[in-house]
């Protein structure tokens, strides 16, 4: 978690958090995915299974063209494989994978293990020197199981020629694996609404270009062809694919199974092991009924797709929201929706950050001069105090209501300062881009015209921003120093004005 | 600011070329092996035929017409493998059949490191069977020397005559 934060930190500081690829690694995998669709189309043009080195030589001696292409292929086939192992240990380090997120999480190291045996073949494909490696390594590995009544092994001695057969069902395989991926990939993101496939352009197009310059300006070269009576010397090897062979050739076939099928199953088990406990699990949201409208707001905004409008059954007209405990991550995001505060996972809706915040501002005697700071769990804030400002906590600006904002500024309080994670790095998904929505655009439940904006500031700050977030809030304090004392109101009713509405009927 | 920008863009170059270096590093999977000697050959196996008398109840319970004093299963025999490299034993080993019930063919194949230079080789394949079955070979011998350069595979394999036969990157 601390690496991860130190590291998006820098790359914060270096891209702007918009651009930041770390954010943005499983939208990176996708990007990969379409180069190498594209990529792939073009090569399959002039592969020959009859003649696999020849046809990919020929394809190398196309300087203008191929010689690139295939570059462009292999390195970002290989981005491919460290976005994808970047962006499993970001949702394992933000604990992203439990609970309902478990069948993308499983369905994430499917997606893995499918590029990695593809690439496998790919490499095979090619049929130099890595690619022999690669292939008698394969044939070792699965004549170790009780699969086979012929040994595979036998075939790469060189006793007798490859049957041409081999290459083709190594191109099939080559060719079946991406639909496998692309099933898989729809499996992985089913229980997200709004899905973002693809990074922002600037980034997508900056990785693909550069990827493809680098491919122009240094094409990887052709190992020598496979022989089957020469053993292998110095071969260039790809190291993201190929990372194992150097430990695994000396090793019992029976032990590198061992391996990798012990790394297969401990990943597969990380939701289970991840788990908390049923006491400390967060709760899944639930709406009161006696309090909803059936205005769907929370429905548009769930970005688990967790709520359902349904029939009401109290005799009232209309419908009303359920929310599938089975979907919710708990992530709270419908408590900021609800204008009548009737969502959110148990002690987290509008209404119980209504009486926390006018808990926390009876035990703290903040007046005109004083700051508050409402930080996200995940965020910057960490403690109960930043840089002399007191600090309300709310699990994701995504969950607070804004008539918790109103509350706070029309106390009387200098100013508040809402600390945010960046929009990508939502540990909501969708938090922080619904929380500016409701803010400046308008969205239910938006935070009222006639509170004052010039005591309002948002400050995107991730876990290791702690500075950004002391920067912002010492610009944000000289702003408020320039404004004059706010007349605190001391008998106003927040909850009235923002239609809430104590007994609903 | 164009500290930022710069910094910003060597780091993008540093990773992508990084990971095309990385997809591309020559890397030694020669080691110390220099050479080798690979025998890889498959034999249909010598047949052979366990067999054993019936008891009387054994007898009893079977229909009449199956009534044979003697229960035979006919199973493939294993053979002896000895490799012999520079003169020293380097394995002593039974290759079984394949399949359950053991009656699949043998398979050999594998690679013994041998150091660049003149070898002599000494190989000897021959089913552990009192008797063999009428005209199957049952012992496969090859003993020679073999010349290997750095990488160079000698590779013992059945010829096309049924015996064992040398075959180098040269030949
Ligand atoms: C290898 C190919 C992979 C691709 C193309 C991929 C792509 C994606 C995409 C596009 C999203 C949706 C992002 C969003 O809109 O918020 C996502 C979510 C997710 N991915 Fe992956 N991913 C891959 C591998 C993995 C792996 C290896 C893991 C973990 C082992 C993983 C775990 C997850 C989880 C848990 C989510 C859900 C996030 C949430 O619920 O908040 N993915 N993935
Ligand atoms: S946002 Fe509130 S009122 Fe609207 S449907 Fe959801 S629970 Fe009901
Ligand atoms: S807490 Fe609310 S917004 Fe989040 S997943 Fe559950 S129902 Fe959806």
């Not at chain 2, 190989?123 to 020679?144: I, M, Q």
Request: glycine residues 10%; aromatic residues 10%.
């Amino acid at each position: 978690m601390r690496v991860l934060a130190r590291l998006d930190a820098a790359f914060n500081a270096l891209y702007g958090w918009r651009w930041n690829p770390l954010y943005h690694s499983g939208a990176l995998v996708v990007t990969c995915f379409a180069v190498l669709l594209a990529t792939g189309l073009y090569l399959l043009l002039f592969y020959r299974t009859g003649a696999p080195y020849a046809s990919v030589a020929a394809i190398d001696a196309q300087w203008w063209g191929g010689r690139w292409i295939r570059g462009l292929h292999r390195y970002v086939s290989d981005l491919a494989l460290l976005a994808a192992v970047v962006h499993g240990f970001r949702m394992f380090a933000q604990r992203r994978s439990w609970g309902p997120r478990a069948l993308a999480w499983v369905s994430g190291v499917v997606l893995l293990g499918i590029f990695f045996v593809c690439g496998w073949t790919g490499y095979v494909m090619v049929w130099d020197a890595h690619g022999q490696l690669l292939a008698a390594e394969g044939a070792r590995l699965l004549d170790a199981l009780p699969v086979f009544s012929e040994p595979l092994g036998r075939a790469f001695t060189g006793e007798e020629p490859l049957p041409g057969a081999f290459f083709f069902m190594n191109l099939f395989a080559h060719i079946a694996l991406p639909i496998g991926i692309a099933l898989f990939l729809w499996v992985h993101v089913s229980r997200l609404a709004r899905v973002q496939l693809l990074p922002p352009r600037r980034l997508l197009w900056g990785t693909v270009g550069l990827f493809a310059v680098v491919a122009v300006l240094w094409p990887p070269p052709l190992g020598p062809e496979a022989d089957l009576l020469r053993l292998p010397a110095t071969v260039p090897t790809d190291w993201a694919y190929g990372f194992w062979l150097t430990a695994s050739r000396g090793v019992a076939a029976g032990w590198v199974w061992a391996a990798g099928g012990a790394m297969a199953l401990a990943a597969l088990l990380v939701p289970v092991l991840t788990k908390p406990r049923a006491a400390s699990a967060p709760p899944p949201s639930w709406v009161n009924p006696r309090y909803c409208t059936g205005c769907e707001q929370c429905y548009e905004d769930c970005p688990y797709e967790a709520i359902s409008m349904v029939p009401r059954d109290d005799g009232r007209e209309g419908t009303v929201g359920l929310v599938d405990p089975a979907k919710c991550v708990s992530c709270g995001v419908c408590a900021g929706s609800c204008a009548p505060m009737g969502v959110g996972p148990p002690g987290r809706t509008g209404r119980d950050q209504l009486a926390q915040v006018k808990e926390f501002l009876a035990g703290a005697s903040l007046g005109p001069g004083d700051m508050v700071v409402v930080g996200c769990w995940y965020g910057a804030t960490g403690s109960t105090e930043v840089a002399g400002a007191r600090v309300f906590p709310i699990g994701c600006v995504g969950n607070l209501h804004t008539s918790v904002i109103e509350y706070l500024v029309r106390a009387g309080i200098g100013g508040v300062l809402v600390a945010a994670c960046p929009p990508r790095d939502c540990q909501s998904r969708e938090g922080v881009k619904w929380f500016h929505e409701r803010m400046h655009n308008g969205r239910e439940a938006e935070l009222q015209e006639r509170v004052d904006r010039g005591r309002i500031r948002v400050a995107y700050a991730a876990a290791g921003e702690a500075r950004v977030l002391r920067d912002a809030l010492a610009g944000f304090r000289a702003h408020v120093r320039l404004l004059e004392a706010a007349p605190g109101e001391h008998d106003f009713n927040v909850g009235a004005e923002c239609e809430v509405e104590e007994t609903a009927t | 600011m164009t500290v930022r920008r710069a910094a910003a863009a060597l780091l993008a170059i540093a990773a992508t070329t990084g990971i095309a270096w990385l997809s591309t590093a020559p890397t030694d999977f020669l080691g110390d092996a220099g050479a080798a000697v690979r025998l890889s050959w498959r034999v249909d196996g010598v047949p052979v035929e366990a067999c054993r008398t019936r008891t009387e109840e054994e007898l009893a319970a079977l229909p009449v017409h199956m009534r044979s004093p003697l229960e035979c299963e006919r199973t493939l025999a294993p053979f002896a493998l000895d490799v012999d490299l520079g003169g020293r034993p380097v394995v002593r080993d039974t290759v079984f059949p394949r399949g359950v019930r053991g009656d699949r063919p043998l398979y050999v194949f594998r690679d013994f490191p041998v150091a660049p230079g003149r070898t002599a080789v000494s190989v000897r394949f021959e089913a552990l069977a009192a008797d063999g079955a009428e005209g199957v070979p049952t012992r496969y011998r090859w003993n020679g020397e073999v010349q290997l350069n750095s990488g160079d595979v000698a590779l013992v394999t059945m010829g096309e005559d049924g015996q064992l036969e040398l075959r180098t990157p040269e030949s």
